[in-house]
């Protein structure tokens, strides 16, 4: 039925992101609906996971900023990281002393740390607890790539999000489990905080 009034409502035509065609009330309800389903304050729609983790890190990119990403990273998760003015480096997968280490020596006043809820490769999952806990005692952003989390863990799909704090960032497409396409950046408002 909602298919069937969408395209009464909005036709069908070749198709472009919003970015091409127009932001239009549907995309918004969404980004309310899907707020509303993962407790976060803001989402923003993206075509896909690879543009939404670029599109983030690139944003929070500055000379100030140090990315840490777990060696496993994907590679979008390289690709955004890597390509600006922050500095850069990986700890090993899920090791939390690895990455205690790596935030203990970075120097930047801020810090990124990015790694994903359930690796794809091995589909084990990221000590995500231990790595808040370590993110606020170190005044460090938590990114989490939800790719294959989303529509799997939590009791209604939400995710990884039903494990997290208010303070972590997170990316869900909806190519997977969800089986249609985009993605999404779930947060509440934030600053980077001093360190």
């Not at 509303?36 to 983030?56: I, M, T, Y």
């Not at 990221?126 to 005044?139: F, R, T, W, Y």
Request: glycine share 8%; aromatic share 8%.
């Amino acid at each position: 039925l909602a298919f069937t009034l969408a395209i009464e409502k909005y036709g069908v035509s070749a198709a472009s992101s919003s970015l091409v065609t127009g932001y239009h009330d549907a995309h918004y309800a969404l980004e309310q609906t899907i707020a509303q389903w993962l407790n976060k304050e803001r989402v923003l729609l993206f075509s896909s996971g690879f543009a939404a983790n670029c599109g983030f890190l690139s944003a929070v990119d500055r000379k100030d900023n140090h990315f840490i990403l777990d060696k496993l990273s994907h590679a979008s998760l390289i690709d955004g990281a890597s390509q600006g003015l922050s500095q850069f480096s990986r700890f090993k997968h899920n090791d939390i002393a690895h990455l205690q280490h790596r935030l203990s020596n970075a120097s930047s006043r801020y810090k990124t740390v990015v790694a994903e809820s359930i690796y794809s490769m091995d589909g084990d999952l990221a000590p995500v607890a231990s790595m808040q806990s370590i993110c606020q005692q170190s005044n460090a952003l938590l990114y989490i790539d939800d790719a294959h989390g989303i529509g799997v863990l939590g009791e209604s799909g939400e995710g990884i999000s039903a494990q997290t704090n208010n303070d972590t960032v997170i990316m869900a497409t909806f190519g997977k489990a969800i089986g249609t396409g985009g993605a999404c950046i779930a947060c509440n408002e934030f600053n980077f905080r001093e360190a």
